[in-house]
């Protein structure tokens, strides 16, 4: 099994930047994939970035150009840096991650206002 705790949520003007974390504990050494995902208020819940063990990362059109996702095997945490936010961000970003079983973190808030 797969613990997630995800941080570094917050509120931000448009234009800014987060550095979300997720670190993973537990059963990490068979994770074969880790993403963002994010819900926004009366949304589903939408994917937003996943990289995988050997570093291959892929990006949903909203996020492709703005966010990086990447991983830092030693702190055993996979991060996505958020630049040029826009409001329309604003959402619950949480991490998931893929092994024998799915895992999800319980979750960060991010607002985009001016």
């Known amino acids: 099994q797969v613990q997630l705790r995800e941080s570094g949520g917050g509120s931000v003007q448009p234009g800014g930047s987060l550095r979300l974390s997720c670190v993973a504990s537990g059963s990490i050494s068979a994770i074969a994939v880790v993403g963002w995902w994010r819900q926004a208020p009366g949304k589903q819940r939408e994917w937003v970035a996943q990289?995988?063990?050997?570093?291959?990362?892929t990006y949903s059109k909203s996020a492709t150009g703005r966010f990086t996702i990447f991983r830092n095997g030693a702190e055993n945490a996979v991060y996505l840096q958020m630049n040029d936010l826009k409001p329309e961000d604003t959402a619950v970003y949480y991490c998931?991650?893929?092994?024998?079983?799915?895992?999800w973190g319980q979750g960060t808030q991010v607002t985009v206002s001016s």
């Open positions: 990289v995988t063990n050997m570093d291959y990362a």
């Open positions: 998931k991650a893929v092994a024998a079983q799915v895992s």
